[in-house]
């Protein structure tokens, strides 16, 4: 079945560097992609979102590029900060989303 | 905030009950989803909703059934609890009107269930 994964269960990173995250996914079909950010006791957040038609999206201090030829996204945080600390995860889908297991981002001091 | 409420957020049950949970939405949204998380599977679809008497299976529906009798309101039922239904159950919302297929999902804070 379809199945959404990312690379790395954790990823240290220093304070001030730019943090990147990897997902992949297995549905060529997928249109859409979305990555969310969950800290500890709290429901996963929104941070950004890609359709098929593009490569790359920006946000505030975020990045989202999608290669659809290897089926891979990535999100790229700029200059980390220890409130990024908390675990992220992709999905992919239409109705039915498809979530990746999470990667936790450690930020150290 | 999305307006989600999810209740109850803590229930302790044992094998064998059946236990409602519910989410309460006030956006007026047309899609509901409930999903679980458990360690080492990520958040994984039970059931959504695309209207009102509108449900479908998600990846692990086997042991849910599931309700929305009015808009606001989306229920999760387990007929007959089992210790592998332990887990932390994620009800979320998403705008659009029919057969819109993606966008943003909001999530309530979530329902932790332990089944002794």
């Known amino acids: 079945g379809e199945s959404v994964g990312l690379h790395l269960p954790t990823l240290s990173v220093q304070e001030g560097d730019n943090s990147i995250i990897n997902c992949a996914y297995s549905?060529?079909?997928?249109?859409?992609f979305i990555w969310y950010k969950q800290e500890s006791g709290k429901g996963p957040q929104f941070i950004i979102d890609?359709?098929?038609?593009?490569d790359k999206r920006q946000g505030q201090r975020v990045t989202v590029l999608l290669n659809k030829t290897v089926k891979h996204l990535s999100l790229q945080i700029a200059a980390t900060q220890p409130g990024d600390s908390a675990v992220y995860f992709c999905?992919?889908?239409?109705?039915?989303?498809?979530f990746g297991t999470g990667t936790r981002l450690k930020v150290l001091a | 905030d999305a307006g989600i409420t999810q209740s109850p957020r803590h229930k302790v049950t044992e094998t064998g009950t059946p236990v409602t949970l519910r989410c309460h939405q006030t956006?007026?949204?047309?899609?509901m989803y409930w999903y679980r998380q458990d360690p080492g599977h990520g958040l994984r679809l039970i059931h959504y909703?695309?209207?009102?008497?509108?449900?479908d299976k998600g990846e692990v529906s086997d042991g849910y059934s599931v309700s929305r009798s009015k808009t606001e309101d989306f229920l999760l039922t387990l007929e007959s609890a089992t210790s592998s239904q332990t887990s932390v159950y994620f009800c979320a919302i998403r705008e659009g009107g029919q057969g819109d297929a993606t966008g943003e999902l909001f999530f309530g804070e979530g329902s932790r269930l332990t089944v002794l």
């Open positions: 549905n060529s079909a997928s249109d859409y």
């Open positions: 999905a992919s889908g239409t109705y039915k989303y498809i």
């Open positions: 890609i359709r098929s038609n593009m």
């Open positions: 909703s695309y209207g009102v008497k509108d449900t």
């Open positions: 956006e007026n949204h047309r899609y």
